[in-house]
T-cell receptor
Framework: ETGVTQSPTHLIKTRGQQVTLRCSSQ?????VSWYQQALGQGPQFIFQ???????GRGNFPPRFSGLQFPNYSSELNVNALELDDSALYLC???????????FGPGTRLTVL | DAKTTQPTSMDCAEGRAANLPCNHS???????VYWYRQIHSQGPQYIIH???NNETNEMASLIITEDRKSSTLILPHATLRDTAVYYC????????????FGQGTRLTINP
């Protein structure tokens, strides 16, 4: 059984640019959650997608947006990048919204 | 905000049991306690979860007090590979079933 995968592994962008991060959920999982982890901090919830619809959102501005596709893979888009957006972005999938979440390895985003 | 309190760091000798405490005094009746760990710069790894009964799996045991205000994660025979940050999480039921991470406990297993 393939676990959660994320791409790319690392990414460097400049302030003001836009970025798209990708996540493939584990087989049989229909829910994807995204988290941001700044250096030295615990992950913070960005939003969750369930069956292609946003199912809840954390305290992040609208320039953070997402999509979930019919195969339950997902994208995180961030517009107008700021220096503080530099972080490890984690994707987690679960069998349903109330099941345990399994995390991918993350994408390390650096904004210069 | 995280609903849990954990010690910042702990040490344990290899081969001994590692006991990681967590306080969650404001937990609600239908909220589960989850434990994850994160090895440097990797994604968090699910360990175990429980509601009110003690739980055990191949990785660890979870002991939840009768009043549910605290719990202990037990790694029975710690190895060097268990060195990681351990997060105790109360899973909030507000719309999305999100995980609210705190600062966690940095567990160091010493040879």
């Amino acid at each position: 059984e393939t676990g959660v995968t994320q791409s790319p592994t690392h990414l460097i962008k400049t302030r003001g640019q836009q970025v798209t991060l990708r996540c493939s959920s584990q087989s049989g999982h229909n829910t994807v959650s995204w988290y941001q982890q700044a250096l030295g901090q615990g992950p913070q919830f960005i939003f969750q997608y369930y069956r292609e619809e946003e199912n809840g959102r954390g305290n992040f501005p609208p320039r953070f947006s997402g999509l979930q596709f019919p195969n339950y893979s997902s994208e995180l888009n961030v517009n107008a990048l700021e220096l503080d957006d530099s972080a490890l972005y984690l994707c987690a999938s679960s069998r349903n919204t109330d099941n345990e979440q399994f995390f991918g390895p993350g994408t390390r985003l650096t904004v210069l | 905000d995280a609903k849990t309190t954990q010690p910042t760091s702990m040490d344990c000798a290899e081969g001994r049991a590692a006991n990681l405490p967590c306080n969650h005094s404001t937990i609600s009746g239908n909220e589960y306690v989850y434990w994850y760990r994160q090895i440097h710069s990797q994604g968090p790894q699910y360990i175990i979860h429980g509601l009110k009964n003690n739980e055990t799996n191949e990785m660890a045991s979870l002991i939840i007090t009768e009043d549910r205000k605290s719990s202990t994660l037990i790694l029975p025979h710690a190895t060097l590979r268990d060195t990681a940050v351990y997060y105790c999480i109360v899973r909030v039921f507000q719309g999305a079933q999100k995980l609210v991470f705190g600062q966690g406990t940095r567990l160091t297993i010493n040879p």
